[in-house]
């Protein structure tokens, strides 16, 4: 699972990347393609880098102390 999220994480972030160096919007020919909004790439990169937190950190750790004598 967390494999996963890593793959995604990282298609994620070459999407902004490509987004970010100007790659929005292209033309071949006379048909346009338009890549997803760059506010919700980075809204799902946050979603994903939670995730994988949470799933390589769990956030509840158990002590097992001794018993008082």
Sequence with gaps: MTAEYRVR??????AIKKIENGAQEYRIGNRTVCRADL?????????????LSQLERPSITAAVLPRRR
């Design 9 to 14: 994480r990282e298609s994620l972030m070459k």
């Design 39 to 51: 506010a919700s790439l980075y809204a799902e990169l946050e979603r994903v880098e939670v995730k």
